[in-house]
């Protein structure tokens, strides 16, 4: 690929990944707020309404961290690319 393409999916890649740190932090942020909830209830129906809400925001928060892996995989292959094209167009013939 040409080196504008691969800085393209540079630019499309860190984009994405940065909203995906958003997304995690606020889903965080509310899987804390519950687990605070959770410590705080008085009654087993709360107690037990805001366990299961943690629960799912963990389960989100693992999918969201295998997004963000697999970007950051893609990220590093487009970078060690974007290197070599770079390297390709200011060799001295």
Do not use: C, W
Not at 41 to 53: C, D, F, G, I
């Amino acid at each position: 690929m040409s080196l504008a393409n691969e800085a393209g999916y540079l630019y499309v890649l860190s984009k994405e990944l940065a909203t995906l740190n958003k997304e995690m932090k606020r889903v965080s942020k509310k899987a804390q707020k519950h687990l605070d909830k959770h410590s705080q209830a008085t009654t087993p129906e709360k107690r037990q309404k805001h366990q299961q809400k943690h629960t799912t925001k963990i389960q989100k928060i693992k999918k969201l961290l295998e997004e963000h892996n697999q970007i950051l995989a893609k990220l590093r292959n487009h970078q060690i690319a974007f290197a070599h094209q770079l390297q390709n167009e200011h060799k001295v013939k």
